[in-house]
């Protein structure tokens, strides 16, 4: 065999090894990849880039999981939602190399209980289609508070916990206990709330605004009543009358 022909043989040989070793490194995962992925994870399919979700040896990676999908690391950390109580393997539930068409967030809302969620629906919630609150895209919602559904007509006096007076059966409040010192005793028993707490134009915790006011009130007893004595006595009409009968005993 002369030169010429062992040149162009040899040349042969490495443009082929190179060439398929050009198209093992791109494309290698086509050989080991048991199935196309989903269309949201469709790009890993083109590059190759099986390491993006795997580790060697491993078939899974929840932390691979988690550097891209920042909403369910935060549920995670909070405990909060369905992920943050659900298990910590992502391909329970969410299983790939299934196709571009597979639907990695499948959820059977006709059987799905919401009280896994920490949010559980009842009273008139429980008549609520998904739509109201979830989009079609996600069911992913950071909603724990009622005041990102509902107005606070209270305006921030309350706080946020609505449940300390109101239920999701009516949102009514048939009766009310006052948590303070000034609650009203005696006489002033006899009278309805909208006496004392009346609709304001003024600032709240919330900003400018008006609500009926619950806070901020003014408690002397000049407030309301005529001080007959003009201010003889001073302010605190408690030294000599009470609440029951309002004379002097």
Request: proline letters at 2%.
């Amino acid at each position: 065999m002369d030169k010429k022909r062992v040149f162009l043989l040899v040349s042969g040989v490495i443009i082929l090894f190179f060439l398929f070793y050009l198209i093992f490194q791109t494309r290698w995962s086509i050989l080991f990849s048991p199935g196309e992925l989903s269309n949201a994870h469709a790009e890993f399919d083109e590059s190759g880039e099986c390491r993006a979700c795997h580790t060697r040896g491993s078939r899974l990676d929840n932390g691979k999981c988690l550097d891209c999908h920042d909403e369910i690391k935060d549920a995670l950390q909070k405990e909060y939602g369905l992920h943050g109580r659900a298990s910590s393997e992502c391909s329970q539930c969410h299983s790939e190399h299934h196709g571009r068409e597979y639907k990695l967030s499948y959820l059977d809302t006709e059987t799905f209980d919401h009280a896994t969620t920490g949010w559980a629906l009842d009273g008139v919630h429980e008549l609520l289609k998904c739509e109201a609150c979830h989009s079609k895209d996600s069911y992913l919602l950071d909603m724990h508070e009622c005041v990102l559904c509902h107005d606070d007509v209270h305006m921030g006096q309350l706080g946020p916990e609505c449940h300390r007076c109101h239920d999701a059966k009516s949102f009514n409040t048939e009766t009310y206990t006052h948590q303070t010192d000034k609650a009203p005793k005696g006489k002033h028993l006899q009278w309805s709330c909208d006496e004392c707490h009346k609709m304001e134009s003024g600032n709240y915790p919330l900003g400018k605004g008006v609500a009926v006011r619950y806070t901020g009130l003014d408690f002397t007893c000049n407030k309301c009543h005529e001080d007959v004595h003009d201010g003889e006595y001073g302010k605190d009409c408690a030294e000599c009358h009470n609440q029951d009968t309002f004379k002097k005993e």
